[in-house]
């Protein structure tokens, strides 16, 4: 089993930038599928990036062109660089980690998750 722990959050202004950080420990994070979700109040959680054990991609519409998923093997960690920030990215995000091959923005298709980092963007 891998246990998941993100860092990296805080109150930025609009436009501002913020780098997300998801460390794996228990297991080797590079045999797993990871998602990077997000929560507001009130609302459903989203997926906003994916990658799949295969290097595959996935962003949500609402952060296209603004969001970067990568990972670095050596350090058994994932990332999520956040540019452009608007206040609709306020939220709870969080790192989940899948067995799942393929790339998948599913709630439902991950298995392990971490407890979340808080986003505020505000002016």
């Known amino acids: 089993q891998v246990q998941l722990a993100e860092s990296g959050g805080g109150l930025v202004h609009p436009g501002g930038s913020l780098s997300l950080s998801c460390v794996g420990s228990?297991?080797?994070?590079?045999?797993?599928?990871i998602g990077w979700f997000h929560q507001a109040p009130g609302k459903e959680r989203e997926a906003v990036a994916c990658l799949s054990v295969t290097g595959i991609t996935y962003y949500g519409d609402s952060v296209k062109g603004r969001f970067t998923i990568s990972r670095d093997n050596v350090k058994n960690t994932v990332y999520l660089q956040m540019n452009s920030l608007k206040p609709e990215d306020t939220a709870v995000y969080y790192c989940?980690?899948?067995?799942?091959?393929?790339?998948?923005?599913?709630?439902?298709?991950?298995?392990?998750w971490g407890q979340g980092t808080q986003v505020t963007v505000s002016s």
């Open positions: 228990g297991r080797n994070l590079d045999r797993y599928g």
């Open positions: 989940a980690a899948t067995i799942v091959v393929v790339t998948t923005p599913l709630v439902d298709g991950y298995d392990y």
